[in-house]
T-cell receptor
C-alpha cells in the first residue's frame, strides 16, 4: 500500500521569507500523481499544486513550487515570499491509477509577521 | 459552477443514534470520495463511489458504516449507532472522470460530534 510521510508536524517562517515543506512517499507504481493541499482554519481543502510523475520538470504555481525527486520518492513544497494568508495545514497527497488519494499527516505552517 | 456541497456543516448526535451525511458533487462529476479527519490528523480514505456503484470501500469500518451514490440525488454516508469515536470531520470530494491527474475537489466537510 502507498504511504505518504510528512516529517515536519510544524514549521514557521517570517513573512516574506521562503519555506520548504518536506514530503516522502512509498510506492511500487511508476505512474502516479502528487498533490499539495492547503487547509486553513475554515477547514476547506484547497489544491495548491500538482505534479505528474512522468514529468521531469518541477511544477510551479506563482509563489509555490515543488522539488520532485522521483528516484528518492521525495516531493517537497517551496513557498516563496510567504504571506500571512499562507498560514494553514499543508497536506501532501499521492494518487495512483486506482484513483484513491492518500494523504500525509500534515504540516502546520505559521507565518510570523 | 457550485462546488462540492456538503450538509449539514455541523451535526450533533447522541450515542446510539444514526448520522446521515450528504454530499452533492460538482456539476458534471460522477466520482465521489469520502474521507474522515480526526483532530490534528490527515484525511483518511473511507470509500470511493461512482453512480450506483461502490468502487473501493477499503477504508470503511466493517460495521455501522455504509455509503451510497444513487442515480439521482446526493451521495450519503450513513453511520448507525454512533459512538464517541465517530466524532470527526467527514469530507466529501468529487472528480469528473477516471485518471489520476484529475484533482479532487473537496467540500467544506461535516463536523460530527457524538455526545
Amino acid at each position: 500500500a502507498q504511504t505518504v510521510t510528512q516529517s515536519q508536524p510544524e514549521m514557521s517562517v517570517q513573512e516574506a521569507e521562503t519555506v520548504t515543506l518536506s514530503c516522502t512517499y512509498d510506492t511500487s507504481e511508476s505512474d502516479y500523481y502528487l498533490f499539495w493541499y492547503k487547509q486553513p482554519p475554515s477547514r476547506q481543502m484547497i489544491l495548491v499544486i500538482r505534479q505528474e510523475a512522468y514529468k521531469q520538470q518541477n511544477a510551479t504555481e506563482n509563489r509555490f513550487s515543488v522539488n520532485f525527486q522521483k528516484a528518492a520518492k521525495s516531493f517537497s513544497l517551496k513557498i516563496s515570499d510567504s504571506q500571512l494568508g499562507d498560514a494553514a495545514m499543508y497536506f501532501c497527497a499521492y494518487r495512483s491509477a486506482t484513483q484513491k488519494l492518500v494523504f500525509g499527516q500534515g504540516t502546520r505552517l505559521t507565518i510570523n509577521p | 459552477n457550485a462546488g462540492v456541497m456538503q450538509n449539514p456543516r455541523h451535526l450533533v448526535r447522541r450515542r446510539g443514534q444514526e448520522a446521515r451525511l450528504r454530499c452533492s458533487p460538482m456539476k458534471g462529476h460522477s466520482h465521489v470520495y469520502w474521507y474522515r479527519q480526526l483532530p490534528e490528523e490527515g484525511l483518511k480514505f473511507m470509500v470511493y463511489l461512482q453512480k450506483e456503484n461502490i468502487i473501493d470501500e477499503s477504508g470503511m469500518p466493517k460495521e455501522r458504516f455504509s455509503a451510497e451514490f444513487p442515480k439521482e440525488g446526493p451521495s450519503i454516508l450513513r453511520i448507525q449507532q454512533v459512538v464517541r469515536g465517530d466524532s470527526a470531520a467527514y469530507f466529501c470530494a468529487s472528480s469528473p472522470q477516471t485518471g489520476g491527474s484529475s484533482p479532487l475537489h473537496f467540500g467544506n466537510g461535516t463536523r460530527l460530534t457524538v455526545t
